[in-house]
């Protein structure tokens, strides 16, 4: 059965002490990797796409890599705004259904 | 502003009544969703429209139905509501589906409790 797991669960930091996510699937045939964050009582909001192991991308202070059972979300001198639950979620070679992990929740404190 | 609408925001619903979450997108993309996020289960997918006149199943479909009339509707019906599917909806939508134009965009969400 294809899963995706995200840990931890939740994460506190402090402003400015950098730390990584992580995202492991277990699919046949992975066609894309998603990360998302998302506010409380908000829809969640696209951040990346990575497709093929080796790939990263940037945008501010998050770096999102890819290999081939895991993606890590990288959060450099993260800053309170950047407090969110950050999603990911795989997309199957057989459809464009996504099967999505069950989130980090992480707390920046100033 | 270009995005996805759904209304309403959020809603209070005896069980056993019929319920149509309304979405609207205006990027007109061709795919759409509909998913429900609840605590410790994640986002999962209800039902999908690849096109306009054409819908499928996803992971949990029981208990819901969708029509795709034009591009820019997807209206989802509860035919006849349950405790259970208190939940909090959203609906996405991607310029196609599959290919790299597949990342989907969500919408604020709809609140849903069923009494």
């Known amino acids: 059965e294809d899963q995706v797991t995200q840990s931890p669960e939740a994460l506190r930091l402090q402003e400015g002490e950098s730390s990584s996510l992580n995202c492991s699937y277990t699919?046949?045939?992975?066609?894309?990797l998603f990360w998302y964050r998302q506010d409380p009582g908000k829809g969640p909001e696209f951040l990346f796409t990575?497709?093929?192991a080796g790939e990263e991308k940037e945008k501010e202070r998050l770096k999102a890599t890819l290999t081939k059972k895991e993606s890590f979300l990288h959060i450099t001198a993260p800053k309170p705004e950047d407090s969110a639950t950050y999603l990911c979620?795989?997309?199957?070679?057989?459809?464009?259904?996504?099967?999505f992990g069950g989130g980090t929740r992480l707390m920046v404190k100033p | 502003i270009a995005g996805i609408t759904q209304a309403p925001t959020s809603q209070i619903l005896a069980a056993g009544r019929r319920m149509t979450l309304r979405c609207t997108q205006d990027?007109?993309?061709?795919?759409m969703y509909w998913y429900r996020q609840d605590l410790g289960l994640g986002l999962r997918l209800i039902h999908y429209?690849?096109?306009?006149?054409?819908?499928g199943k996803g992971e949990v479909p029981d208990g819901y139905s969708v029509s795709r009339a034009n591009t820019d509707d997807f209206p989802l019906t509860l035919a006849s509501a349950v405790p259970s599917q208190t939940s909090v909806y959203f609906c996405?939508?991607?310029?196609?589906?599959?290919?790299?134009?597949?990342?989907?965009?969500f919408g604020p969400g709809t609140r849903l409790l069923v009494l």
């Open positions: 996405a939508s991607s310029e196609e589906a599959g290919g790299a134009q597949e990342t989907q965009y």
């Open positions: 699919v046949s045939g992975l066609r894309g």
């Open positions: 990575l497709y093929s």
């Open positions: 979620a795989v997309e199957m070679n057989a459809g464009n259904m996504l099967t």
């Open positions: 990027m007109r993309h061709n795919a």
């Open positions: 429209s690849n096109t306009a006149g054409t819908t």
